[in-house]
């Protein structure tokens, strides 16, 4: 089983990269190269790309790409029915990968030995002095109305047409425990929805890299980008009202994760997040079942529209 290390990247195609590039610019990405029908963006992380989109007639969601910890993971994984051979990657950036297809036909490559940049991250995260902790002592906070920076792509969440397989089909390949859990509200199964975070032990990883919802229509629900800190999720906000886009839930405070959110939609109708402030576990945490209402999910803030989890 291969150990995952980050959820390195989205892959999309769409009709229209120069658009694409405009407004993942505008979300906080920068461009690697746009040519030859494939947009690379980058965050100003280590990864050498986070988000892809394929030049095509009509838009879809394609696939994700892991890194995993080593060589050898990705030999293992070529190994299972279904995965492709261990092959260089034709991406930029280079690299192996093995190409292998969830269930539902969402392509999931797990990758190694990738090119890394340097990071870029503009400035740290601005001392919060909360009532009992003062930190931020002769500092002010200045930050202008302007796109943030997407550090790293946090998780990607997948509607599936049938939640067990898919769990045990990414569970067979990589390693992963459960954070939480979905339930028809009021009630204590079947379990709908599992968040899974990767498996490092005492080391403290995200709530979650992956969430499986089992639905009637089957696709991507979103992908999501941390950001720095709340002012950087705010003033992004601001700025893309500012811009004219789409704005589908935000800002607010989920639950399952605690995670400050908000949600946007590119111009082809995906789903994009940013994020700070998501609850970090090891391996001692332990998965508890939400059986709230879709509402209910939303702590403070903006909550979602039915057609959110749709
Ligand atoms: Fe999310």
Redesign the pocket.
């Known amino acids: 089983m291969a150990k995952p290390i980050e959820i390195a990247q989205v892959t999309y195609a769409a009709p229209d990269l120069k658009l694409m590039e405009k407004f993942m610019t505008d979300f906080g990405l920068s461009c690697v190269s746009n040519k030859d029908n494939v947009l690379y963006m980058r965050g100003s992380g280590e990864q050498h790309h986070i988000h892809v989109t394929h030049y095509a007639e009509k838009q879809r969601f394609i696939g994700a790409s892991i890194e995993v910890s080593s060589q050898e993971d990705l030999i293992e994984l070529a190994k299972l029915e279904g995965s492709s051979v261990m092959q260089p990657s034709r991406e930029l950036g280079g690299g192996y990968e093995v190409v292998m297809t969830m269930p539902d036909g969402f392509e999931i490559k797990a990758i190694w030995g990738r090119e890394k940049h340097t990071k870029a991250t503009e400035r740290s995260a601005f001392e919060f002095n909360n009532a009992d902790h003062k930190p931020r002592l002769n500092e002010c906070i200045r930050v202008k109305r302007q796109p943030c920076q997407a550090i790293k792509l946090?998780?990607?969440?997948l509607h599936v047409s049938n939640h067990d397989a898919s769990v045990k089909w990414l569970e067979e390949r990589f390693d992963l425990l459960h954070s939480d859990y979905f339930v028809p509200p009021g009630e204590d199964g079947p379990i709908i929805g599992t968040f899974l975070r990767f498996n490092h032990g005492a080391e403290k990883v995200d709530h979650?890299a992956i969430?499986i919802l089992q639905s009637d229509w089957v696709g991507v629900?979103?992908?999501?980008f941390e950001v720095i800190d709340l002012d950087a999720v705010m003033t992004a906000h601001d700025y893309l009202v500012d811009k004219g886009y789409q704005l589908e839930c935000g800002v607010g405070r989920?639950m399952l994760?605690s995670?400050i959110?908000d949600?946007w939609k590119d111009p082809f109708g995906f789903r994009v997040?940013h994020?700070t402030d998501g609850d970090m576990l090891d391996h001692h945490a332990q998965p508890v079942k939400f059986n709230g209402t879709a509402t209910e999910t939303t702590q403070w803030g903006m909550a979602p529209g039915l057609e959110f989890f749709q």
Request: glycine share 12%.
């Open positions: 946090g998780h990607f969440v979650h969430l629900h979103h992908c999501s989920h994760g995670q959110f949600y997040e994020y």
